[in-house]
C-alpha cells in the first residue's frame, strides 16, 4: 500500500523522504530543510474569517529550528478569533509535520505547515477550527465505530479582460474547452502546485457561469478532490484556496469564491461529498443500493440541514444564491443524481458492465471493485463557508442520524425522485421544509439546535455563540426581498463580500 501512496506522488517532500506524510517526523523535517537549501519556515494556520495567517521564520541556525518545530510560537488569538478577549488572548501554535510542503511562490526557498493552536495550560484550543473537526471525527467513529471521510467541490470565478476572441456561449461553460474558455491553463497550473502542497484532487473544469460585463470576462472553474480523512480533506481545501489566490495575484487575474456574482448567472457552491469507511471498505453500499448506513446519515443531515447553513452560509450574498431554479438547493430533501435536492447520491459506478472493456475491445475484463465511489453530496455550502466548521457540521449531523430511532422514517419521507421546482410537482414542493433564507435565520435555526452540535463537546458553546453573534449582525432578514430585481444594489453587496472565505 505504501509504494502505491509514493509512486508518482507529486509532493517533493514526500518524493525526498521516501515515505507517506502521515509518517513525517521532526526529524524528517529538518532533513529536508537541511538538504535541500531550505531558509525559511512558515506556519500557517486558519483564523476566525476562515482564512489561512501566516508567520514567517529564518532559519538562523539549527538550535532555532529545532526550537521552533518543537515548541511553536505565541500569537494573539483575539487578533485571529472574534470570541477570545484581549485579556487572555495569549495562544500557541504548532506546527503539523505531516502537512510539509514547499512554497510554490516564495522566492526564498521557504517550507509551510499547519499548524494547531494551543492555550496557555498546553491544551489544544477547544474553539480552534481544525480542533472541532477533530473532536466531530472523533465522536463520529466512537457512536458509530466508523470513520467519516469528505471532499469538496471547490468552485471559483476567474475574472480579467475580455480579448474579445472566441466568446463562450454564455451560462454554457461546463467543461467547455480551449480557445473558448479562457482559464484552463491557469486551472491546471493550480491543480499542480495543490498537489504539490499535498492536495489529493480527482479533476478540474470550467464550469457552467460564463459571462461578460463592462469588459471583463468572468469564468467559473471547478477543482474537485478525491474523498480522504475528513480532517486531511479541510486542509487541503484551505491550501488550494490559497495557492488560486496566490497564483491568480501573480498573473493579475482576480479570484472570487463569493456565493453569488449577479442575478440570473450561476452562483458557486463548496459541494462536500461524504462516505463511511469501515476498516478501509466503503460502507455506502449494500448489495449495488444505497446502504441503511448511508440513510442514517442522510437523515441526520435533513434534521440539521437549518443548521447547518450557519457554517456553509456565512454572509447575506449566500441567500441571493439559494434560489429555486439556479441548481442550489432551497427544499430539505435529497435524491438520486438529482440537482433540484439538497442531498444528492450521484451515479457510484453500481452498473455491473464493464465499461472500460466495452470502450476499449482489447482490454482484459478489469473485475475493478467500484463500490468505494459512492458518496452523498451536500449542496448548500459555498465559498463563505469556514471550511473546518462546516465539515465538522456535516460530521455531527451524519452522525446524529445514528442517535435518532426513526433516521431510516426521516429518510423516506424526504426523498425525492423528482425534479421539485417543475409545475407538476407543486404538492411535493410544499410538503418539504425550506432551508434558511437569511444569515439571521440561520442564526436562529442553530440557536435551536445548539445541543446537538455541542454534545460530546464537539463544538464549544464560545463558538456557537460567536456564529450565531455574527450571522444575527448582518440585520438581513428581509435583504433578499428588499433587493429582488435591484441589480445595481445586489452588486454593491456582492462586492462587499466579493473575497469572502
Given at each position: 500500500?505504501?509504494?502505491?501512496?509514493?509512486?508518482?506522488?507529486?509532493?517533493?517532500?514526500?518524493?525526498?523522504?521516501?515515505?507517506?506524510?502521515?509518517?513525517?517526523?521532526?526529524?524528517?523535517?529538518?532533513?529536508?530543510?537541511?538538504?535541500?537549501?531550505?531558509?525559511?519556515?512558515?506556519?500557517?494556520?486558519?483564523?476566525?474569517?476562515?482564512?489561512?495567517?501566516?508567520?514567517?521564520?529564518?532559519?538562523?541556525?539549527?538550535?532555532?529550528?529545532?526550537?521552533?518545530?518543537?515548541?511553536?510560537?505565541?500569537?494573539?488569538?483575539?487578533?485571529?478569533?472574534?470570541?477570545?478577549?484581549?485579556?487572555?488572548?495569549?495562544?500557541?501554535?504548532?506546527?503539523?509535520?505531516?502537512?510539509?510542503?514547499?512554497?510554490?511562490?516564495?522566492?526564498?526557498?521557504?517550507?509551510?505547515?499547519?499548524?494547531?493552536?494551543?492555550?496557555?495550560?498546553?491544551?489544544?484550543?477547544?474553539?480552534?477550527?481544525?480542533?472541532?473537526?477533530?473532536?466531530?471525527?472523533?465522536?463520529?467513529?466512537?457512536?458509530?465505530?466508523?470513520?467519516?471521510?469528505?471532499?469538496?467541490?471547490?468552485?471559483?470565478?476567474?475574472?480579467?479582460?475580455?480579448?474579445?476572441?472566441?466568446?463562450?456561449?454564455?451560462?454554457?461553460?461546463?467543461?467547455?474547452?480551449?480557445?473558448?474558455?479562457?482559464?484552463?491553463?491557469?486551472?491546471?497550473?493550480?491543480?499542480?502546485?495543490?498537489?504539490?502542497?499535498?492536495?489529493?484532487?480527482?479533476?478540474?473544469?470550467?464550469?457552467?457561469?460564463?459571462?461578460?460585463?463592462?469588459?471583463?470576462?468572468?469564468?467559473?472553474?471547478?477543482?474537485?478532490?478525491?474523498?480522504?480523512?475528513?480532517?486531511?480533506?479541510?486542509?487541503?481545501?484551505?491550501?488550494?484556496?490559497?495557492?488560486?489566490?496566490?497564483?491568480?495575484?501573480?498573473?493579475?487575474?482576480?479570484?472570487?469564491?463569493?456565493?453569488?456574482?449577479?442575478?440570473?448567472?450561476?452562483?458557486?457552491?463548496?459541494?462536500?461529498?461524504?462516505?463511511?469507511?469501515?476498516?478501509?471498505?466503503?460502507?455506502?453500499?449494500?448489495?449495488?443500493?444505497?446502504?441503511?448506513?448511508?440513510?442514517?446519515?442522510?437523515?441526520?443531515?435533513?434534521?440539521?440541514?437549518?443548521?447547518?447553513?450557519?457554517?456553509?452560509?456565512?454572509?447575506?450574498?449566500?441567500?441571493?444564491?439559494?434560489?429555486?431554479?439556479?441548481?442550489?438547493?432551497t427544499n430539505i430533501c435529497w435524491g438520486d443524481r438529482n440537482r433540484s435536492v439538497l442531498v444528492r447520491v450521484p451515479?457510484?459506478?453500481?452498473?455491473?458492465?464493464?465499461?472500460?472493456?466495452?470502450?476499449?475491445?482489447?482490454?482484459?475484463?478489469?473485475?475493478?471493485?467500484?463500490?468505494?465511489?459512492?458518496?452523498?453530496?451536500?449542496?448548500?455550502?459555498?465559498?463563505?463557508?469556514?471550511?473546518?466548521?462546516?465539515?465538522?457540521?456535516?460530521?455531527?449531523?451524519?452522525?446524529?442520524?445514528?442517535?435518532?430511532?426513526?433516521?431510516?422514517?426521516?429518510?423516506?419521507?424526504?426523498?425525492?425522485?423528482?425534479?421539485?421546482?417543475?409545475?407538476?410537482?407543486?404538492?411535493?414542493?410544499?410538503?418539504?421544509?425550506?432551508?434558511?433564507?437569511?444569515?439571521?435565520?440561520?442564526?436562529?435555526?442553530?440557536?435551536?439546535?445548539?445541543?446537538?452540535?455541542?454534545?460530546?463537546?464537539?463544538?464549544?458553546?464560545?463558538?456557537?455563540?460567536?456564529?450565531?453573534?455574527?450571522?444575527?449582525?448582518?440585520?438581513?432578514?428581509?435583504?433578499?426581498?428588499?433587493?429582488?430585481?435591484?441589480?445595481?444594489?445586489?452588486?454593491?453587496?456582492?462586492?462587499?463580500?466579493?473575497?469572502?472565505?
Amino acid at each position: 500500500m505504501t509504494d502505491n501512496v509514493l509512486a508518482m506522488n507529486p509532493n517533493k517532500v514526500v518524493a525526498f523522504l521516501g515515505k507517506s506524510n502521515k509518517e513525517f517526523t521532526k526529524a524528517d523535517i529538518v532533513r529536508y530543510i537541511a538538504e535541500n537549501g531550505i531558509r525559511m519556515v512558515n506556519f500557517m494556520y486558519p483564523a476566525g474569517d476562515g482564512r489561512l495567517k501566516t508567520l514567517n521564520f529564518v532559519i538562523n541556525n539549527a538550535a532555532y529550528l529545532d526550537e521552533i518545530l518543537t515548541c511553536g510560537e505565541r500569537v494573539d488569538g483575539s487578533s485571529l478569533f472574534p470570541f477570545i478577549e484581549a485579556g487572555s488572548s495569549d495562544l500557541y501554535v504548532l506546527p503539523r509535520f505531516s502537512t510539509a510542503f514547499l512554497d510554490p511562490f516564495a522566492e526564498i526557498p521557504t517550507l509551510s505547515m499547519l499548524c494547531s493552536f494551543f492555550n496557555k495550560d498546553g491544551e489544544q484550543l477547544e474553539s480552534s477550527p481544525e480542533y472541532t473537526l477533530h473532536k466531530a471525527c472523533r465522536a463520529f467513529h466512537e457512536v458509530t465505530g466508523m470513520d467519516f471521510e469528505a471532499m469538496g467541490e471547490l468552485e471559483y470565478y476567474v475574472i480579467a479582460p475580455d480579448s474579445g476572441l472566441f466568446p463562450a456561449t454564455d451560462q454554457k461553460g461546463y467543461h467547455e474547452s480551449a480557445p473558448y474558455a479562457k482559464f484552463n491553463e491557469f486551472r491546471t497550473q493550480c491543480m499542480a502546485y495543490i498537489a504539490q502542497a499535498g492536495g489529493q484532487i480527482k479533476y478540474g473544469h470550467s464550469e457552467v457561469g460564463n459571462f461578460t460585463i463592462d469588459g471583463m470576462v468572468y469564468e467559473q472553474n471547478e477543482i474537485e478532490f478525491l474523498p480522504i480523512a475528513a480532517e486531511d480533506a479541510a486542509d487541503q481545501l484551505m491550501v488550494a484556496k490559497w495557492i488560486i489566490r496566490n497564483l491568480a495575484c501573480k498573473l493579475g487575474y482576480d479570484i472570487t469564491f463569493a456565493p453569488k456574482i449577479t442575478a440570473g448567472k450561476a452562483g458557486s457552491g463548496l459541494h462536500i461529498h461524504m462516505r463511511i469507511m469501515k476498516d478501509g471498505v466503503n460502507q455506502m453500499l449494500d448489495g449495488g443500493v444505497l446502504s441503511a448506513t448511508a440513510r442514517r446519515a442522510i437523515a441526520g443531515m435533513m434534521e440539521l440541514a437549518p443548521s447547518i447553513t450557519a457554517f456553509g452560509n456565512t454572509n447575506p450574498t449566500s441567500y441571493f444564491r439559494l434560489v429555486p431554479h439556479q441548481e442550489a438547493p432551497t427544499n430539505i430533501c435529497w435524491g438520486d443524481r438529482n440537482r433540484s435536492v439538497l442531498v444528492r447520491v450521484p451515479l457510484g459506478w453500481a452498473a455491473k458492465s464493464d465499461m472500460c472493456k466495452i470502450a476499449n475491445p482489447l482490454e482484459q475484463e478489469s473485475n475493478y471493485e467500484t463500490s468505494r465511489k459512492q458518496t452523498v453530496e451536500m449542496r448548500s455550502p459555498d465559498g463563505s463557508a469556514d471550511i473546518y466548521q462546516l465539515i465538522a457540521g456535516l460530521a455531527v449531523a451524519c452522525r446524529h442520524g445514528f442517535e435518532l430511532e426513526n433516521a431510516l422514517e426521516i429518510a423516506e419521507r424526504t426523498y425525492v425522485n423528482v425534479n421539485i421546482h417543475q409545475k407538476e410537482h407543486a404538492d411535493k414542493l410544499n410538503n418539504l421544509a425550506q432551508l434558511p433564507d437569511s444569515c439571521e435565520a440561520s442564526a436562529d435555526c442553530l440557536e435551536s439546535q445548539r445541543a446537538v452540535f455541542e454534545q460530546h463537546k464537539v463544538f464549544s458553546p464560545a463558538m456557537i455563540d460567536g456564529i450565531i453573534n455574527r450571522l444575527r449582525s448582518y440585520k438581513d432578514k428581509t435583504l433578499r426581498g428588499e433587493l429582488e430585481g435591484n441589480q445595481e444594489a445586489m452588486l454593491a453587496f456582492v462586492r462587499k463580500y466579493f473575497h469572502c472565505g
